[in-house]
C-alpha cells in the first residue's frame, strides 16, 4: 500500500509539465517583459523573491481551485505577485476573460462577506497566448504584450500596486526611458493613472524597436513551448 502524501515522482507527467509551463514562462517573463521593460517593476520583484508562480493542470478549471491556490500563495506575507499557469486550458481569449471575471468575482463577494474595510485585498488581470499586434493605441496593443505561452492569471496585491503608484508618481521605480519621459514631460493635460502611462510607455517601446521583433519572440517562445510539450505526451 504506498504511503499517504508521497512526493510526486520525477516522471509524473503532471509534475514534468509544471516543471516545463514555468520554464517557458520564465522564457517570456525575462526576454519580453524584462527585456523591454514592459513593466518597470517586474525585474525587481522577481530578484527580491515576491513573486510566486503556480500550475493548474486541469482542463477546465474551476473558480474553486483558482482560488485555494491564490489563498495559499498569499498566505506568505512576502508575495506580491502570484502567477497562476493553466497549460492544458483550451479557452480561446474571450472565454478565458470570462473565467478569470468568475475569479474576480468570487474573491470580490468574498472580501465583502467578510465585512472588511476597504477594496479586495488582490487585483488580477488574464493573460492568453493568441492576440495580434494592435498598434492603434495603448490600449488595444496591451493584449499582444499578456501573450504568455500559457493562459494566465496574474495577481497582484493590492497594497504593492498602491505602492508602485506612488512610486512611479515620484519618480523612483526604476522606469524605461519611455516612461520617463512621460512622467517627466511638462504637464498640458491631468495626469493619466499610472496603467495607461505605463501602457503608453509600452507603446512607444514597440514602435521603436519594431513589433516583427517582438513577435518573432514571443513565436519562438511559443514554438518552444509546443516541442516541449509535444515530448511530455511522447
Known sequence: ??????????????????????????????????????????????????????????????????????????????????????????????EFRRFASLVRADHEARHAASRAVGPPPLAMAAFHPHAEPDLDSAARLVSFLRRTPDPTIQVVRQTALASVRDSVVSGSVYAPHALLDLMLRPPTAPAM?????????????????????????????RADRDRAYAALSA
Open 1 to 94: 500500500m504506498p504511503e499517504l502524501d508521497e512526493p510526486p515522482r520525477r516522471d509524473d507527467p503532471d509534475e514534468r509539465l509544471r516543471r516545463e509551463a514555468v520554464r517557458v514562462y520564465e522564457r517570456y517573463a525575462t526576454e519580453v517583459v524584462e527585456t523591454f521593460l514592459l513593466c518597470p517593476w517586474a525585474r525587481r520583484a522577481r530578484q527580491d523573491g515576491r513573486v510566486r508562480t503556480c500550475v493548474i493542470t486541469e482542463v477546465e478549471p474551476s473558480v474553486q481551485v483558482v482560488i485555494d491556490q491564490m489563498n495559499e500563495m498569499f498566505g506568505d506575507a512576502r508575495i506580491e505577485v502570484g502567477l497562476i499557469l493553466l497549460p492544458r486550458v483550451r479557452w480561446d481569449r474571450n
Open 193 to 221: 493613472p499610472t496603467a495607461e502611462r505605463v501602457a503608453a510607455a509600452n507603446l512607444a517601446t514597440v514602435e521603436r524597436v519594431g513589433v516583427a521583433r517582438l513577435q518573432a519572440i514571443l513565436d519562438d517562445i
